[in-house]
């Protein structure tokens, strides 16, 4: 079964622009997970998505965004760039077997932003 | 915050045992033990988890206490490419719901 897929896997912008970043979960996977990772603040989660809707969010701010389309592929989108929003985007598949806390998130490569 | 303390790093001879302590001494009764790892710039990658009992799979061991205050993952016969970053995670529930949190981890560094 193939694994985690995130496009593209680099992207340079600059400041005030926006990007969209993608995520394809393991098939079958109904849940798609986001998350930040910086050299000073680690693995941060950004938000989760399930069934086309948003279920849980992080603590960013509202330029971070994101959806889920209907085959459980997710995009995210960051607005009005910024420096300190270089980072690597995590993007993670779970099953998400309702109410069952043993609900294993299996991560894709990342796509590593970089803003100038 | 996480919910686990994890020494920031490990040296391990290559072929040998590599014992990773966690602690996590305010788990709750329905909170699993989740192990990750994460190898330069790459996506982190699943490795174990259980809940009281210990498990075995075909890359580690998780050993849990019996009051589940901490737990041991053991990688039986490292080898240079097991040197990563490992992360112990709590798996509950935060202001936001469930998600998983991430501590700093420990770097393991297995040595020839």
């Known amino acids: 079964k193939a694994g985690v897929t995130q496009t593209p896997r680099y992207l340079i912008k600059t400041r005030g622009q926006q990007v969209t970043l993608s995520c394809s979960p393991i098939?079958?996977?109904?849940?798609v997970s986001w998350y930040q990772q910086t050299p000073g603040q680690g693995l941060q989660f950004l938000f989760e998505y399930f069934s086309e809707t948003q279920r849980n969010k992080g603590n960013f701010p509202g330029r971070f965004s994101g959806r889920q389309f209907s085959n459980s592929r997710s995009e995210m989108n960051v607005s009005t760039l910024e420096l300190g929003d270089s980072a690597l985007y995590l993007c993670?598949?779970?099953?998400?077997?309702?109410?069952?806390?043993?609900?294993?998130?299996?991560f894709g490569p990342g796509t590593r932003l970089t803003v100038l | 915050d996480a919910k686990t303390t994890q020494p920031p790093s490990m040296d391990c001879a290559e072929g040998r045992a590599a014992n990773l302590p966690c602690n996590h001494s305010?788990?709750?009764?329905?909170?699993?033990v989740y192990w990750y790892r994460q190898i330069h710039s790459q996506g982190p990658q699943y490795i174990i988890h259980?809940?009281?009992n210990n498990e075995t799979n075909e890359m580690a061991s998780l050993i849990i206490t019996e009051d589940r205050k901490s737990s041991t993952l053991i990688l039986p016969h490292a080898t240079l490419r097991d040197t990563a970053v490992y992360y112990c995670?709590?798996?509950?529930?935060?202001?936001?719901?469930?998600?998983?949190?991430f501590g700093p981890g420990t770097r393991l560094s297995v040595l020839p």
């Open positions: 259980g809940l009281k």
């Open positions: 995670i709590v798996r509950g529930r935060d202001n936001y719901g469930q998600n998983f949190v």
């Open positions: 098939s079958g996977h109904r849940s």
């Open positions: 305010t788990i709750s009764g329905n909170e699993y």
């Open positions: 993670a598949s779970s099953p998400r077997l309702a109410g069952d806390l043993a609900d294993t998130q299996y």
